[in-house]
């Protein structure tokens, strides 16, 4: 089941109302769509809305704002595992927060296991994706329970990435924790996060996750990258980290351990 799909998905009429720079910044913006002389309003982080209409998150954040992260993780992933003589055709993946497969579909040399929270992401990448996924997974990973644990399990499950998915009311610290655990020590580990998510005085969680995985040792980081992940709505361009490392073991299920590594909450160079 593994390809890639030609869209051949309506345009979207899409338009941005004028907010608050502050709203653009918290990403609490919405868009207006026409549909049928119809005006719709929008949540730029309504998924289920969003992917209800194919090629809608497509136009939206890869088109018109110019999202560079699925492909700029894979190129990352890619070039770690040559660097390590390690072979993608040999990985099994868990996608969390996989969303319509955009990042599935351009890792489809490997297995891959997609999981997210919405029906709709799973619909419209049944939809649209179809051969994206080896298997893809309804659930929060808030909250797996132990049927759904057992199921990755059996996967054997030797990488995770998790692409534009950490934070803004999406994926919380716990749930990426959850799917930290269920992937083998020695683990190929891909993620990215707003750069202000890992300053010092950044409140939601994410600084400490990210200084708490270095701290405790528990990821051999390879790459540290900050590259622009896409533009605002006001043209801004947005910039994120991506990490790519080596799981070295699990990460404590308490959202509240690690606190900052030494040095601060963000080491701030390249590591080996
Ligand atoms: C911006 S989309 C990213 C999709 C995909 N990774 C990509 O790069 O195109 C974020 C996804 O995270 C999912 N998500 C949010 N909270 C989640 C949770 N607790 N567990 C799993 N997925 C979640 C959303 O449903 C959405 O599909």
Request: a negative charge.
């Amino acid at each position: 089941m593994h390809g890639t799909t030609e869209s051949a998905a309506p345009r979207h009429a899409i338009s941005f109302p004028p907010v608050e720079p502050e709203t653009v910044r918290a990403e609490q913006w919405t868009f207006d769509l026409m549909e049928d002389g119809v005006r719709t309003s929008i949540r730029a982080h309504d998924y289920p809305e969003i992917f209800r209409r194919p090629g809608l998150y497509e136009q939206l954040f890869h088109e018109r704002l110019r999202c560079a992260s699925p492909r700029t993780a894979r190129d990352a992933l890619l070039s770690e595992l040559r660097d390590h003589g390690a072979d993608i055709h040999a990985l099994r993946v868990l996608d969390l927060g996989a969303g319509n497969g955009m990042v599935g579909e351009l890792l489809t040399a490997a297995r891959v296991v997609g999981l997210d929270i919405s029906e709709a992401a799973r619909d419209a990448c049944v939809r649209d994706r179809p051969h994206a996924y080896d298997a893809y997974y309804v659930a929060d990973m808030t909250d797996p329970g132990e049927d759904l644990l057992k199921q990755l399990d059996q996967w054997g499950l030797d990488a995770l990435v998790c692409v534009s998915a950490l934070g803004f009311g999406d994926i919380p610290v716990a749930a990426f924790v959850n799917a930290y655990n269920v992937v083998a020590d020695g683990a190929w580990v891909v993620f990215n996060v707003k750069e202000t998510f890992v300053a010092d005085d950044d409140r939601t969680g994410f600084a400490r996750l990210v200084s708490g995985i270095m701290g405790s040792g528990a990821l051999r980081v390879h790459r540290m990258e900050r590259y622009r992940h896409r533009y605002s709505i006001d043209g801004e361009p947005l910039f994120y980290y991506l990490f790519v490392g080596r799981k070295v073991h699990d990460l404590p299920l308490d959202p509240g351990w690690g606190g900052h590594a030494a040095g601060g909450a963000f080491p701030g160079r390249t590591l080996p």
